[in-house]
């Protein structure tokens, strides 16, 4: 092996004759010539499909790369290359995604290729298609995730020698999205309904979401309407009733869970303590360095279903009140209750209750005595509890792919997409919307009901919808670039508060304009300006977002390139 691995497609036909797993080793092992022959055995290779490497990267740290996310001043780490037009072939994040997906596709191609052993043996057809359609629909996952990101990619469905490896070339997107809806449509015909437990196991409804999430990136969307409705039609999915509880590290198998890889504090497959501490408030012993962006925090409608710079609801100088729930669910408000002390990032809170011992402390979370506190004073709330502060500030969070509110809007922009608007459209978006009130879709007096029917403002309503449902879960990147907003969204700046925190206080907080000096306004594209306030002087510039056109895809790894023979081509701008 060379550097890394040899090549992440020659690597691929090195994996494919060993049923050894990057991260773990069977107890048993049969040889080359009889594995793949026994139940134990297929049980075994199909586990390895599970693995949290093959999923979690690099879509743990994707909310990074968008308008919904702040580090402190900077674009954060690899996230940075995407977000300061740095990307290239080198990136991690790139020949990551690369690397992990093939390697995954090798191991589907290897049962797939000798299952036949198993069949010969005596297996029923049955139990053979049920393993299959495991390996199928994870071969399908990964390559949804690489057209998405590098557009043609070479196809491997067999094992491949190193030699044939090297002499691959991309093969047309057109052509391999093809092979993805077949591997899809296999898994859908023979997964089960239900699996124990369901959520962290291929399932029909997984199946079926998965693949309209791939026809979403592809703009199919008449495949897209079909096979989220036919994921609702189940009958076994339900929105979890509270809202927050849904992604605490405490809430394990739920019916709104469809595909989620389960971590373990006891199997030591853990967010780590880096993760942990970046999402914590100084108070608590974090950094407070991950943080929800000004951006995000503006995209939420108030309680009138109005944008902030519309609804007469809306105070700048109180951006909670009046606001989505999800607003506060999302990111701590301001005198709240948060990790064991209440919350207040203000230049004027030097000190803070600490909830546990009962007596006021010095607040870190306020800059005027912690520099490094929480540039631009948010925090996320979302998912982040005191049980983050336990198990050696690990966390076994479940690592969730998909849920059934994604599925309710997939159907809901698909058949908007499709001009095909009645009421089950807005029936969709209605009762994600009205669950984050804590209230049934019938009461439409207790929470903003859409009752638009026009395809321009459904558009706008369920791209809103979107951000503020799915944040922090690293699904606004994709859909930034599926709607051709990347290079508007992510060209321009985070914003945060004024960095010397003596003029911080005397420009807004003394003058009577903290916390935002005045309203945003938010533009058709449900996009937050904020550079009115700083040219006026009142906030600051953070990093400055640069995303060019050449970003709509990523590059192909340098590596695979050099190792190719000239076969594999570069996308263009790289």
């Known amino acids: ?9 020659a690597g691929a036909a090195l994996l494919a004759t060993s049923c050894l797993s990057m991260d773990l080793k069977p107890t048993a092992q049969g040889n080359s010539e009889t594995w793949y022959t026994t139940e134990a055995e297929l049980k075994m290779a199909v586990n390895e499909f599970y693995i949290l490497g093959y999923w979690q990267e690099p879509f743990l740290s994707a909310e990074q790369w968008t308008d919904n996310f702040t580090y402190r001043n900077t674009n954060r780490g690899e996230g940075g290359s995407v977000l300061d037009a740095t990307l290239t072939g080198q990136t991690w994040y790139v020949y990551n995604l690369w690397q992990q997906s093939y390697k ?33 629909f994870a071969r399908a996952c990964k390559y949804a995730d690489l057209l998405f990101f590098y557009g043609d990619v070479p196809y491997i469905d067999r094992y491949y020698t190193i030699t044939e490896a090297e002499q691959l070339q991309r093969t047309p997107l057109a052509e391999v999205k093809e092979h ?77 869970k469809i595909f989620c890889i389960p971590r373990s504090i006891t199997n030591s497959v853990v967010l780590d303590q880096w993760y942990v501490k970046n999402g914590l408030p100084r108070n608590a012993g974090g950094y407070a360095a991950d943080t929800p962006s000004w951006d995000l925090l503006a995209a939420f409608l108030c309680t009138d279903g109005l944008p902030i710079d519309e609804s007469p609801l809306f105070d700048p100088h109180n951006p909670f009140k009046n606001r989505d729930p999800r607003c506060c669910m999302t990111i701590v408000e301001f005198g709240s209750e948060h990790c064991g002390f209440i919350y207040d990032p203000s230049p004027v809170a030097k000190n803070v209750m600490n909830l546990t011992t009962g007596k006021e402390q010095a607040n870190n979370d306020s800059r005027a005595n912690q520099q490094y506190a929480s540039f631009n004073g948010l925090i996320w709330k979302k998912g982040v509890d005191g049980s983050w502060l336990e198990n050696g500030l690990n966390s076994d969070v479940d690592y969730l792919i998909m849920r059934y509110a994604d599925v309710l ?36 007096t ?41 290079k508007k969204a992510l060209n321009s700046y985070n914003y945060i508060n004024l960095t010397d925190a003596a003029e911080w206080k005397t420009k807004v907080y003394d003058k009577g304009l903290y916390f935002w000096p005045e309203t ?19 906030i600051s510039r953070g990093a400055q977002r640069i995303f060019p056109e050449r970003q709509m895809l990523w590059p192909i790894p340098t590596h695979d390139i050099d190792l190719s023979n000239g076969n594999l081509t570069q996308n263009p701008g790289y």
Request: aromatic share 8%; glycine share 2%.
């Open 520 to 538: 945003p306004q938010i533009d058709e594209d449900g996009l937050a300006n904020f550079e009115p306030m700083a040219e006026a002087g009142l």
């Open 104 to 136: 995954l596709i090798s191991r589907a191609n290897s049962l797939l290729e000798n299952i036949h052993r198993a069949e010969e043996a005596g297996m029923s057809q049955a139990m053979v298609d049920g393993f299959k359609a495991e390996a199928y």
């Open 180 to 256: 993805v809806y077949e591997d899809f449509d296999f898994a859908i015909e023979h997964l089960p309904v239900a699996h124990v437990p369901a959520s962290s196991h291929f399932t029909k409804g997984a199946a079926l979401a998965m693949k309209a999430r791939f026809a979403m990136y592809m703009k199919d969307w008449k495949i897209m309407a079909e096979s989220a409705k036919a994921c609702m039609d189940l009958n076994v999915y339900r929105l979890e009733p509270d809202w927050a509880k849904l992604f605490l590290q405490t809430t394990r198998e739920n019916d709104e």
């Open 409 to 444: 809007l997939m159907y809901a922009e698909a058949k908007i997409e499709l001009n095909e608007i009645d009421a089950s459209v807005l029936e969709a978006i209605n009762s994600v919307r009205a669950r984050a009130y804590g209230v049934n879709v019938t009461m439409t």
């Open 1 to 9: 092996m060379k550097t890394r691995i040899f090549s992440a497609i």
């Open 446 to 486: 207790e929470y903003p009901a859409v009752t638009a029917t026009d395809q321009a403002t459904l558009r706008k309503t369920v791209r809103l919808e979107r951000r503020v449902e799915l944040a922090k879960e690293c699904r606004r990147y994709m859909d930034l670039i599926r709607w051709d907003l990347a």
